[in-house]
């Protein structure tokens, strides 16, 4: 079975642009949660999506928005891009969150803005 | 709000011997689920083991195995037999126990294990 895919793996953009980054869940995963890990924050939740709807945020700015199709896969996106948002963002599926099961991650996709 | 303190930046072990990396929490929650994930430098996070709060017997997976001391919010994982291949960064992690709600991990800041010849 495959794991979690995230894409691109690397991604330059400059600042004011916007970006929007892609998972894909491990089949038959219903849950998707993200993740923003930076050398002076740590690693930091940014949503969790459940069956199309956000059923968790982190505390990140409104520039910071998610969805979810319906079969699972996820996007994210960052408008207005600023310095600070360079940083590796993580992807995790699990079958279903308030059964507290296992979160499985993806390989992150690593931003960077100039 | 729930808070994860890894105190050792960095440790280093040789091959074949034991290492023991320190986590402690702070929470008012009865229930909850601790883990320790892996990340090694191809950026993904691997789960190494888990632990439910309500149980009482520690956990182990093969040669990783957890100290939990539920009073004094303690979670130590202990790896045995390191191997190279476990040269990576370990991060301690607090979820709530919720029941038909999301929840989200919280996250340590980390600690780097090299494992030496």
């Known amino acids: 079975k495959a794991g979690v895919t995230q894409t691109p793996r690397y991604l330059i953009k400059t600042r004011g642009q916007q970006v929007t980054l892609s998972c894909s869940p491990i089949?038959?995963?219903?849950?998707v949660s993200w993740y923003q890990q930076t050398p002076g924050q740590g690693l930091q939740f940014l949503f969790e999506y459940f069956s199309e709807t956000q059923r968790n945020k982190g505390n990140f700015p409104g520039r910071f928005s998610g969805r979810q199709f319906s079969n699972s896969r996820s996007e994210m996106n960052v408008s207005t891009l600023e310095l600070g948002d360079s940083a590796l963002y993580l992807c995790?599926?699990?079958?279903?969150?308030?059964?507290?099961?296992?979160?499985?991650f993806g390989s992150g996709t690593q931003l960077s803005v100039l | 709000a729930q808070t994860v303190t890894q105190s050792q930046p960095e440790m280093s072990v040789q091959e074949a011997e034991t290492v023991t990396l320190s986590c402690t929490y702070d929470?008012?929650?009865?229930?909850?689920?601790l883990f320790w994930y892996k990340q090694p430098p191809s950026r993904q996070m691997i789960l190494v083991i888990r632990?439910?709060?309500?149980?009482?017997q520690n956990a182990t997976e093969n040669r990783f195995s957890v100290n939990f001391q539920k009073a004094a919010k303690s979670f130590s994982l202990k790896i045995s037999d390191s191997q190279l291949g476990d040269t990576a960064m370990y991060f301690c992690?607090?979820?709530?126990?919720?029941?038909?709600?999301?929840?989200?991990?919280?996250f340590g800041t980390g600690t780097r294990l090299q494992v030496t010849l």
């Open positions: 995790a599926s699990s079958l279903d969150r308030r059964l507290n099961e296992k979160l499985f």
């Open positions: 929470t008012s929650e009865s229930n909850y689920y």
């Open positions: 632990q439910e709060a309500y149980k009482q």
């Open positions: 089949s038959g995963h219903r849950s």
């Open positions: 992690a607090f979820m709530k126990d919720y029941t038909g709600t999301a929840s989200k991990l919280t």
